[in-house]
């Protein structure tokens, strides 16, 4: 009989003890693995959610629920800026893009984001092609027209042609403020883009100021907002609101890209020290983000190292109990004609072979679980967490072999130094 299969049969001989000494290696390990795929994730699925947004400008207030309810469509929304100001961005020559939003309504918890057809067009980078693409339909060009993400028309079943009344307020509830008088109809399907965007419902500014009887006569017959765009071929800032639209319209905020980078900063520190309006970076708030993160993820990655600490102690107590047990067994052995280096070879076999139990299953129980809690983000916030593999998970899970191996050297030392006589003479 091979060393390895006398290793595997002694593990077998006392299955509850091995079993739960790879239970306690695959806890620790899926914890630890887990926090690592899921923060790699997380950043990587929050930086392309918020890839074509640039500077945004919104009312005085906290600048993360500013970036939160505008690109994650998250919190409630800030109070509003005056149409003019937006207006005044548009018209100014340094700026090259400027998209207002008008953020309050929804429709069975999905925002309701109220904008322009230049949203559609935003990128990354101005030689970048559009972020969002259409699946189905067309974008909206009337009043209560309206395309919806993809895990909208996934989720609550609108199709091109459908109807449904939007909500005021940011949250579902039980006896809704409905906007009954002006029902929206779908006329385009964006594709998923596993980002927030694919939870939003976009309309027309005019759709989103008629439904809250500001200016509805003014606004019907005014026609579309305007985005002004100074890009490569594109149009020039013009203005075509009435005074009565400029006093009765108001926008939640406005993403904004100015020419240059000098113009950036310049608009950022000018709008920062007014008293009308705050300018905020999302790269800023999300490097924030990402250092609160951190934290969480030491703290949890220093529990995942607690518990792989646990479970090399647990291997090494189960062995060295198991060596105590099996004395007379091993002094048999010796007896028989085994080595000592054979009987501990015996225990070390034993030892990897518990360890790399519960390593494979903490390498598959990690990914899974990963995998689970990614798939909760995607559904609740429209958050993608790529999963991809990971080298370091599979270096991780060496050294945590290694070490169980280590931790069987105490327990193989104590075979290795049986006596025969004194364990095989009779009690």
Request: hydrophobic share 45%; with cysteine.
């Amino acid at each position: 009989m091979s060393l390895f299969s006398m290793a595997w049969r002694g593990l077998m001989a006392r299955r509850a003890q091995t079993l739960i000494t790879a239970a306690v290696v695959m806890i620790g390990l899926s914890v630890t693995l887990a926090v690592l795929l899921l923060s790699s994730g997380a950043r990587q699925g929050i930086e392309r959610a918020s890839e074509p947004f640039g500077l945004l400008i919104g009312s005085k207030g906290s600048a993360n629920q500013l970036v939160f309810n505008t690109i994650f469509l998250m919190d409630k929304p800030l109070a509003n800026l005056s149409y003019a100001y937006y207006e005044r961005l548009a018209a100014d020559p340094e700026i090259r893009t400027a998209v207002p939003f008008a953020l309050g309504d929804q429709y069975r918890g999905r925002r309701l984001v109220g904008t322009t057809p230049a949203f559609f067009g935003l990128s990354a980078r101005p030689a970048d092609p559009p972020y969002f693409k259409l699946r189905e339909g067309r974008l909206f060009d009337q009043p209560f027209e309206a395309v919806v993400g993809a895990e909208v028309a996934a989720r609550d079943g609108l199709r091109i042609g459908d109807t449904f009344v939007s909500e005021h307020g940011v949250a579902a509830s039980a006896e809704p403020d409905e906007h009954g008088e002006h029902p929206y109809t779908v006329v385009g399907i964006l594709e998923r883009l596993h980002a927030p965007s694919d939870q939003g419902i976009y309309v027309s500014m005019e759709s989103y100021w008629q439904s809250h009887d500001h200016g509805a006569d003014e606004a019907a017959a005014g026609g579309e907002a305007h985005v002004v765009e100074n890009a490569v071929g594109g149009g020039e800032a013009h203005a075509d609101e009435s005074p009565e639209d400029e006093a009765a319209h108001g926008v939640t905020a406005i993403l904004v890209k100015p020419n240059s980078y000098i113009g950036l900063m310049k608009l950022y520190q000018q709008t920062n020290a007014g008293e009308e309006a705050q300018a905020v970076l999302p790269g800023q708030t999300l490097a924030m983000l990402f250092d609160m993160m951190g934290s969480g993820e030491q703290a949890l990655r220093g529990i995942g190292w607690v518990l792989l600490g646990m479970a090399g102690l647990t291997v090494c107590l189960s062995l060295y109990s198991s060596a105590v047990e099996r004395r007379r067994s091993v002094a048999i052995l010796r007896s028989l004609g085994a080595g000592r280096r054979q009987v501990m070879a015996i225990v070390l076999l034993e030892s990897a072979l518990m360890t790399g139990l519960g390593c494979a299953l903490g390498v598959l129980g990690a990914y899974g679980l990963a995998a689970a809690l990614a798939g909760y983000a995607r559904s609740h916030v429209s958050i993608a967490l790529p999963l991809g593999f990971d080298w370091s998970s599979i270096g991780l899970a060496a050294l945590v072999l290694a070490a169980g191996i280590v931790s069987g050297l105490a327990p193989a030392i104590g075979a290795y130094r049986t006596e025969t006589a004194r364990h095989l003479s009779p009690s």
